[in-house]
């Protein structure tokens, strides 16, 4: 999800973890290899030095790579998680540099071929990659669940036990875990088909639980192997009853079960998407709160909205994206190639810096600074904004992540105000740029406060 990504995948697009890169990367072969091919070739690698590394840059400093564009160019060569890079940076770039190499470069995403065959739909190629995500657009589209659809979140019970909490580190553990609960919930409902109350879905939870614990686990062991074989075995269940009623509830299940389109590989895939993108929406729904609680203005307007209230909250949720989360996507070179001049070697990480492209002066007036308000008139085009991809593989999910955002933050406005504790500097997380672990929000309903609003 928010995407990158339902962005993306459910469309935020988790990444690799540097521990998953320093495992796969072989940095000193593919700098040799790759220094070597330049000269052989009569071709430079982008410019930019090996030393320091930029992962450890960019910790320090967040705007480390936009500082390296303006010296080295949209196009720069750096070593970090112990591998070979090569960053771009604008999205005009990115786009033509994927559209013109698409067969040359392989997604980096999670491995799961010890689970199901044909890996996640991001990583197919092919006849593969568009046969099943067609299926899952007819489905999503099937469904005919928007989030002006969906139930409540019933976000004012699920954050009214966070008032209580007084030590801050118990509140900040407690509204995580609320935020995954409501996510998974949300999420299992919309692509499965269950709500809370069943059993089928408190065994699901129970499985999710297993699969990942507390985030997203790259290395497949037998704990996930167990859990998965019972996602699967429950999933099946939920098939054969959608299959036997007429009236099944709407759902992405529901709508490849009438297809004909469940089999192995896209029961892996719909149980990896709801693992994927609890984990990024409730990362994203964490941004969504923190920036609510530095824009009261902003949401008291949506609180305030009648009419136009769906749209301002999706304005606040396109600007929240452009501003967090949508930080990257991230490419292998298959075979060698050259782009604007520039080779990119065989055994290259690329990254498609996103976060950083989304802060163009040229693109956006005052990039850094916060205002839902240029995303009212109209959406601005892919070459300017792209949480949740930037090829066949963009996230079929990312409208639903930007709704589904919106009920989020249109519930919370209309029923708190928003503030701060524990506030901090971002950090930056296993996956993602995180608020401060130790933020929370601080909420006081809007009963209470003096401007009236009920």
Known sequence: MVATAVAPDMCMRSQMSSSRFRKTSRPDWAIARGIGMSWLR??????????????????????????HAVANGPIFKGRAWGGFWIYVVGLPVCRRLVGTHEQDLRPVTLSVGTLFDKGLLRQMEGEDHHRY?????????????????????AVAGRFAGLKDRTDLPDAAAAYRAMLSDLVTDVLLGVVLGTTPDEDAHKRLVAAYKDLGGRGLVWNIAARQQRAYADLSLIIRGLTEQIAARADARPSVLAGL?????????????????????????????????????RNPDWMERIALADDGATEVAEAFVMEALRMEQSERLVRRVKRDFVFDGFLFPRGTNLRLCIW???????LFEAPFTFDPGRFLSARPGSDRFAP???????????????QLGARFL??????????????????????????????VPELTPHHLCSNGVQ
């Open 42 to 67: 009569r071709t430079p690698l982008p410019p930019g030095p090996f030393s320091p590394t930029l992962d450890i840059v960019e910790q320090a400093d967040r705007h480390a790579l936009l500082d």
């Open 356 to 362: 950083e492209s989304h802060k163009s002066d040229d």
């Open 388 to 402: 949740f991809g930037l090829d066949r593989h963009q996230c079929p999910f990312g409208s639903y992540s930007i």
């Open 257 to 293: 079960v009438h297809d004909g389109e469940v089999d192995p590989v896209m029961l892996g895939n719909l149980i990896y998407m709801v693992e994927m993108g609890r984990y990024d929406m409730a990362a994203f729904f964490r941004w969504l709160t923190w920036f609510a609680s």
């Open 133 to 153: 995500r067609a299926a899952l657009v007819r489905a999503i589209k099937a469904q005919g669940r928007g989030a002006a659809e969906t139930p409540p979140l």
């Open 410 to 439: 249109s519930e919370l406005a209309r029923h708190y105000r928003v503030a701060a504790r524990g506030d901090g500097p971002a950090v930056r997380g296993h996956y993602h740029w995180e608020p401060a672990s130790t933020f």
